[in-house]
């Protein structure tokens, strides 16, 4: 399994959070941006950088995702192309998206668009929150012994 970072949104807490999972755990963690991003010195880390564009980084991580990967990422289109390869997808927030409710976040995506569209103030998401981290941290612990328990390498 590896882990793949949709990068160019993600909070920089998440990633240090990656980054001490992938050293504990030596799992491969990948970020992909548009933009150099610097990470620190380790055999189980990487960036890639991908040209500026619309989805050039979601496309290259759709590419790059095999069956069981997890990719980090709060982009709901993305995530459902994640699950259409049989990976597994988690937002920042840590909520992970599934095949039972992927299209209700598609579908609230699509109606805050239109609401935006027609010149309605939606806001935005609600601050990053240490309680968020903490939520991240706890169902990527969780969902990393689950699988490893379950690969027959372990």
Not at 41 to 70: C, H, M, Y
Not at 107 to 120: Q, Y
Not at 136 to 148: E, G, M, V, Y
Request: charged share 25%; proline share 6%.
């Amino acid at each position: 399994m590896k882990i793949w970072v949709d990068a160019d949104a993600c909070p920089g807490v998440i990633k240090e959070i990656l980054f001490r999972v992938a050293d504990r755990l030596e799992i491969e963690v990948t970020l992909v941006a548009n933009k150099l991003l610097r990470v620190p010195p380790s055999r189980f880390i990487k960036a890639i950088q991908v040209p500026a564009g619309f989805d050039v980084a979601d496309n290259e991580i759709v590419r790059l995702t095999e069956t069981g990967d997890l990719v980090v990422t709060a982009d709901i289109p993305l995530a459902s192309d994640v699950l259409k390869k049989s990976a597994y997808a988690l937002n920042p927030r840590g909520e992970f998206y599934t095949n039972d409710n992927i299209q209700q976040f598609l579908s609230m995506r699509s109606f805050m668009d239109e609401l935006r569209s027609s010149g309605v103030d939606t806001g935005g998401p609600a601050p990053f929150s240490q309680a968020d981290r903490q939520t991240f941290a706890n169902q990527l612990d969780r969902h990393l012994t689950r699988h490893r328990r379950q690969s027959p390498s372990n």
